[in-house]
Nanobody, 123 residues
Framework: VQLQASGGGSVQAGGSLRLSCAAS????????VGWFRQAPGKEREFVAG????????SYKDSVKGRFTISRDNGKNMVYLQMNSLKSEDTAVYYC?????????????????WGQGTQVTVSS
């Protein structure tokens, strides 16, 4: 499975961005998918995840209520709507497909990764 993330950019604090993750194969539809981010000098961290059918989601505490993950299996797409952005959200954002169909926060269970898209939030 090849994944490609897009939609990053530079916004001011309080603004919004919508990230998209496109998958190359139909098997994407059987996998849980997650969004991770990595800021300079920091570990890559889980941000949001969604189960194979969109029935379950999970979020990092600091983004709850601001970010929404969704998917469209008919289009092999997963999205991350990010609202009320803060400077601490600045990072490279990656989408990844998990080995499991269920949503998971465990980075080790994600075995397919996209190339990342930069999100910069200025205060």
């Amino acid at each position: 499975v090849q994944l490609q993330a897009s939609g990053g950019g530079s916004v001011q604090a309080g603004g919004s961005l919508r990230l998209s993750c496109a998958a190359s194969r139909r098997t994407f539809t059987n996998n849980g998918v997650g969004w991770f981010r990595q800021a300079p000098g920091k570990e890559r961290e889980f941000v949001a995840g969604i189960s194979w059918n969109g029935g379950s989601t999970s979020y990092k505490d600091s983004v709850k209520g601001r970010f929404t993950i969704s998917r469209d299996n008919g289009k092999n797409m997963v999205y991350l709507q990010m609202n009320s952005l803060k400077s601490e959200d600045t990072a490279v954002y990656y989408c990844a497909a998990a080995r499991t169909a269920a949503v998971t926060t465990q980075k080790a269970l994600y075995n397919y990764w996209g190339q990342g898209t930069q999100v910069t939030v200025s205060s």
